[in-house]
């Protein structure tokens, strides 16, 4: 079996996880994860209970983490020889990518990936980040991290913490219309 990356190089065996046999690259620290030991893995580690809300925004994390060198370059499926997908994954500072075979559903890793994937509880979900209900979330949730830090940057992050304070009061009063219409109605004077 090839590398994904440098099509030159043989993959080695590697144990990824506890109980996940991966193959990884000597050249580029690659990794490759076929899809039935991904899916023996995750039937035993994953909850199946949690969805999409309950993990973590990967561009709120705050993980020092450089792309791999060939994290830009398209890859080939060791098993099928398909291209592989790719799911962005956007942190605070940085985005790589994580990829997958359309076809037999392994997963490639770049160098220094997969620990990041742990650190963010991604790990055992990762068919999750290449679906569209994923992608959407991802979107939603990222530009309203980016307006919450705008006001933040605007006023200052301890009046902002008491406007979003006030905002979820009012969001999850009957009444809370009222307020804001207040609010607005100081605004306009």
């Not at 985005?95 to 742990?118: A, H, M, Q, T």
């Amino acid at each position: 079996m090839r590398c994904a990356k440098d099509l030159k190089v043989d993959l080695c065996d590697k144990q990824l996880a506890d109980q996940l046999a991966a193959h990884s690259c000597p050249h580029c620290e690659g990794v490759w994860i076929p899809p039935e030991n991904y899916e023996a893995w995750q039937a035993k580690v994953a909850d199946p209970t949690v969805g999409i809300d309950d993990l973590t925004l990967p561009s709120t994390a705050d993980i020092d983490y450089k792309p791999a060198p060939y994290d830009g370059r398209a890859g080939l499926c060791p098993q099928c020889g398909f291209y592989l997908v790719r799911g962005r994954i956007n942190l605070k500072d940085t985005s790589f990518y994580v990829e997958r075979c359309p076809g037999c559903n392994g997963i490639w890793c770049d160098r220094g990936e997969w620990p990041v994937l742990e650190q963010l509880n991604l790990a055992c979900y990762i068919p999750l980040i290449f679906t569209e209900e994923w992608q959407s979330h991802v979107r939603v949730l990222e530009s309203e991290f980016r307006e919450k830090q705008a006001t933040a940057d605007k006023l200052g992050p301890d009046i902002a913490e008491k406007l979003f304070e006030l905002a979820e009061l009012l969001e999850a009063h009957p009444n809370g219309d009222f307020g804001v219409a207040y609010l607005m109605r100081r605004f306009e004077e």
